[in-house]
């Protein structure tokens, strides 16, 4: 696409503001007015016929306005100047919200995807971790009752993965802790993929009284190492968006609630679209799947520990960009300081 002369690039910028705020197709008249820059409708006409040929606006139905395509949302995005940047007020109040919860990562999590949503007035998203490179501190293992025991694997930053092993006999406390003691010394300090790809091989050779135990866990471990699919994603609520103009019709919002209803693919959608360094805006046909295509999705990477996670926003292609951008950057870095002082 050529380079947008000065005229164009007002009339389109005012074109696209006006929609976000209005929801409604913006005629040549409303612009003239809007801009006040001396400009006749019939200019404004012509520069939006330009435009359209562009695929920069489009007509919606049978409006004689124009709104906004994906392709001119693109360009509205790459040449935002001014941000909306949170208040040292604003950014406190998100820290007092995640703060009082640090000792519970999964509630942490959630309470962050509610805080984007309020803050918003979209759709807030937090991804946990894979934890594919995150390394596992300790292992423990709990007596739950005479043929059951609780494996607990605790990872940097206070991830916990659990998983109940049944056993066909009752082992007595010095054994457990003898196997604790092995698996601490064999696995603690890896990854979770390297204990994944090498545990059968460490553990091949351990002594006759913990064999029973060590079994065990080689066969029930596989289910405890993989990685979650879709209750690692966390939803805030989607409230604020019955109100909004998009989803009026009951129509509409049974499309979000099946959406948000597939979390493992709104997961993948937010994982491909990421970038892993730097906040990232995904407009309309340029997320991979179909469903996500009527909606705009601005991500941001948090750390927790050693790995990375993902927090993001959904809403309306029309979301006020310059706002929930700063959102969600400021928003990920006050979790990735929480998250390292917990």
Request: some cysteine; aromatic content about 4%; hydrophobic content about 40%.
């Given at each position: 696409?050529?380079?947008l002369?000065?005229?164009?690039?007002v009339?389109l910028?005012a074109?696209i503001?006006?929609?976000?705020?209005?929801?409604?197709?913006?005629?040549?008249?409303?612009?003239?007015?809007?801009?006040?820059?001396?400009?006749s409708p019939?200019?404004?006409?012509?520069?939006?016929?330009?435009?359209?040929?562009?695929?920069?606006?489009?007509?919606?139905?049978?409006?004689?306005?124009?709104?906004?395509?994906d392709?001119?949302?693109?360009?509205?995005?790459?040449?935002?100047?001014q941000?909306?940047a949170?208040?040292?007020?604003?950014?406190?109040?998100?820290r007092?919200?995640?703060?009082?919860?640090?000792s519970?990562?999964?509630?942490?999590?959630?309470?962050?995807s509610?805080?984007?949503?309020?803050?918003?007035?979209?759709?807030?998203?937090?991804l946990?971790?894979?934890?594919?490179?995150?390394?596992?501190e300790?292992?423990?293992l709990?007596?739950?009752?005479?043929?059951?025991?609780?494996?607990?694997m605790t990872?940097?930053?206070?991830?916990?993965?659990?998983?109940?092993?049944?056993?066909?006999?009752?082992?007595?406390?010095?054994?457990?802790q003898?196997t604790e003691?092995v698996?601490?010394?064999?696995?603690?300090?890896?990854?979770l993929?390297?204990?994944?790809?090498s545990?059968?091989e460490?553990?091949?050779?351990v002594?006759?009284?913990?064999?029973?135990l060590?079994s065990?866990?080689?066969?029930?471990?596989?289910?405890l190492?993989?990685?979650?699919q879709?209750?690692d994603?966390?939803?805030?609520?989607?409230?604020?968006?019955v109100?909004?103009?998009e989803?009026?019709s009951?129509?509409?919002?049974?499309?979000?609630?099946?959406?948000?209803?597939n979390?493992?693919?709104?997961?993948?959608?937010?994982?491909?679209q990421?970038h892993?360094?730097?906040?990232?805006?995904?407009?309309?046909?340029?997320?991979?799947e179909?469903?996500?295509?009527?909606?705009?999705?601005?991500t941001?990477?948090?750390k927790?520990?050693?790995?990375?996670?993902?927090?993001?926003?959904?809403?309306?292609?029309?979301?006020?960009y310059?706002?929930?951008?700063?959102?969600?950057?400021s928003?990920?870095?006050?979790?990735t300081?929480?998250l390292?002082?917990?």
């Amino acid at each position: 696409m050529r380079q947008l002369n000065q005229r164009e690039q007002v009339v389109l910028n005012a074109l696209i503001q006006h929609h976000i705020q209005t929801c409604q197709p913006v005629g040549s008249r409303q612009l003239a007015k809007i801009l006040d820059l001396g400009i006749s409708p019939a200019t404004i006409r012509n520069v939006m016929m330009d435009l359209e040929d562009l695929g920069l606006i489009t007509p919606p139905h049978k409006s004689a306005g124009r709104v906004p395509s994906d392709l001119g949302y693109r360009w509205y995005v790459d040449h935002l100047r001014q941000m909306m940047a949170l208040s040292p007020t604003q950014q406190d109040s998100i820290r007092q919200n995640m703060e009082p919860i640090t000792s519970n990562v999964d509630n942490l999590l959630q309470t962050t995807s509610f805080v984007l949503g309020e803050i918003s007035h979209q759709i807030g998203m937090v991804l946990a971790p894979r934890l594919e490179k995150g390394i596992c501190e300790k292992l423990q293992l709990v007596e739950l009752a005479s043929n059951r025991i609780l494996l607990v694997m605790t990872f940097q930053a206070g991830v916990i993965k659990t998983l109940t092993m049944e056993i066909t006999s009752e082992i007595p406390r010095l054994q457990l802790q003898a196997t604790e003691q092995v698996l601490n010394e064999r696995l603690a300090g890896l990854t979770l993929g390297e204990i994944r790809r090498s545990m059968s091989e460490r553990l091949k050779d351990v002594a006759p009284d913990n064999d029973h135990l060590i079994s065990v866990f080689l066969q029930t471990a596989p289910e405890l190492l993989a990685e979650p699919q879709g209750e690692d994603l966390h939803l805030g609520d989607f409230s604020h968006w019955v109100i909004q103009p998009e989803f009026e019709s009951t129509e509409s919002l049974r499309q979000v609630l099946t959406l948000l209803s597939n979390k493992n693919m709104v997961a993948d959608v937010m994982r491909q679209q990421s970038h892993p360094q730097e906040t990232t805006v995904t407009i309309g046909q340029e997320n991979p799947e179909e469903e996500v295509q009527s909606f705009s999705l601005v991500t941001s990477p948090y750390k927790m520990g050693d790995v990375v996670g993902i927090l993001g926003i959904l809403g309306p292609k029309r979301m006020e960009y310059s706002r929930i951008i700063p959102v969600v950057r400021s928003t990920a870095h006050i979790l990735t300081d929480v998250l390292r002082v917990q």
